[in-house]
Nanobody, 125 residues
Framework: QIQLVESGGGLVQSGASLRISCVASGRAFSSYSMAWFRQAPGKEREFVAAIAYDRSTTYSDSVKGRFTISRENAKTTVHLQMDNLKPEDTANYYC???????????????????WGQGTQVTVFS
C-alpha cells in the first residue's frame, strides 16, 4: 500500500510552465504505474498522463506535446511538467498509483488503487 501527496500547484498565466509533483510513501513504488488525472469544476475526472515501471509513458491527446511525466524511483516521486499552459488546463490534479509490473499502462480511474488529495492548477488568460 502507498500514500500519495501532491504539491506544486498554483496560479499561472496562459503560456507559462508549472511542475507538479507527487511523493509516495510505502514500499514497491518502483513497480507501480503512476498517473495524473484532473478534474475541472462541473466536469468528470479525466486522464492526463501515466508512466509505467519501465518509464514508458502515455498521454491524453489534449496534453500531448505540452506535458511530460517522469519518475524518480530513488525519491519515490512522480512529476508532471506542464508547458504552454492554457486556461482549459485549469483543474484539480490528482496523482494515482496502481497496476504493478505492467507495460499496458492503465488510463482509467478504476485501474488505479491509490490516490492523492489533489493540487489545484489555475491558468488565467
Amino acid at each position: 500500500q502507498i500514500q500519495l501527496v501532491e504539491s506544486g500547484g498554483g496560479l499561472v498565466q496562459s503560456g507559462a510552465s508549472l511542475r507538479i509533483s507527487c511523493v509516495a510513501s510505502g514500499r514497491a513504488f518502483s513497480s507501480y504505474s503512476m498517473a495524473w488525472f484532473r478534474q475541472a469544476p462541473g466536469k468528470e475526472r479525466e486522464f492526463v498522463a501515466a508512466i509505467a515501471y519501465d518509464r514508458s509513458t502515455t498521454y491524453s491527446d489534449s496534453v500531448k506535446g505540452r506535458f511530460t511525466i517522469s519518475r524518480e524511483n530513488a525519491k519515490t516521486t512522480v512529476h508532471l511538467q506542464m508547458d504552454n499552459l492554457k486556461p482549459e488546463d485549469t483543474a484539480n490534479y490528482y496523482c494515482a498509483g496502481g497496476a504493478p509490473w505492467t507495460t499496458d499502462i492503465p488510463t482509467t480511474q478504476d485501474e488505479y488503487d491509490y490516490w492523492g488529495q489533489g493540487t489545484q492548477v489555475t491558468v488565467f488568460s
